[in-house]
């Protein structure tokens, strides 16, 4: 698991455990990434999907935010979706917001604390340069975390016990109905 996405699955899980609902993890990759998908599940998240297809291959940032936003319009109704600030790779902090972008709801970067959820709101401390902003944004949204916004825990042996039996769910280019134009190097706007 990317280190941010670390905080962001932490969040989701603290998220659940005060106010009720579900967590789903996605992520796109290879067939070996289910086991970061398992490792989620060990940590408190209620189901995974892996979206993997030999279509996504070259993938820059917009393309990835396309497939993984065509993937959470196939999983419906949401209300809250949480990335980690940036990858560990391409350390760009482009998938979050292209995401965002993608499904065409709100966005806050660089968040730091969830203060509250209430009334189909949520406010937010948004870390800057200079301390924070206070920002409040209606739900469905999108908030990328900062390593401030908490510490991950470890797996419990309930968690990797969950984990081990866990079906990771496997969806393609053709399951989430992505555009063909828009995946893998084709969708690529920039070349590495």
């Not at 996504?56 to 393309?63: E, I, N, P, Q, R």
């Not at 959470?72 to 292209?98: E, H, L, N, Y």
């Not at 189909?120 to 870390?127: C, L, Q, T």
């Amino acid at each position: 698991i990317n280190p941010f996405d670390a905080y962001a699955i932490e969040e989701g899980v603290r998220l659940k455990e005060r106010f009720g609902g579900k967590v789903t993890v996605v992520t796109m990759g290879p067939p070996q990434a289910e086991n970061a998908l398992k490792e989620a599940i060990s940590l408190g998240c209620d189901e995974a999907i892996l979206v993997s297809d030999r279509k996504f291959a070259g993938s820059d940032t917009w393309a990835t935010s396309y497939t993984l936003s065509s993937a959470i319009r196939r999983i419906g109704a949401f209300d809250i979706i949480i990335c980690g600030k940036q990858a560990s790779d391409g350390d760009t902090a482009q998938v979050g917001p292209g995401i965002s972008t993608h499904l065409d709801i709100p966005q806050v970067t660089y968040v730091k604390k969830i203060e509250e959820i209430s009334n189909n709101k949520a406010k937010v401390e948004r870390m800057t340069e200079e301390g924070y902003d206070i920002v409040e944004t209606p739900i469905p949204c999108l908030f990328t975390v900062v390593k401030e916004i908490n510490t991950p825990r470890l797996p419990s042996l309930k968690g990797l016990m969950r984990a081990k039996s866990a079906k990771i769910a496997k969806w393609t280019a053709e399951d989430i109905k992505g555009d063909p134009k828009s995946l893998g190097l084709d969708g690529s706007p920039t070349r590495v």
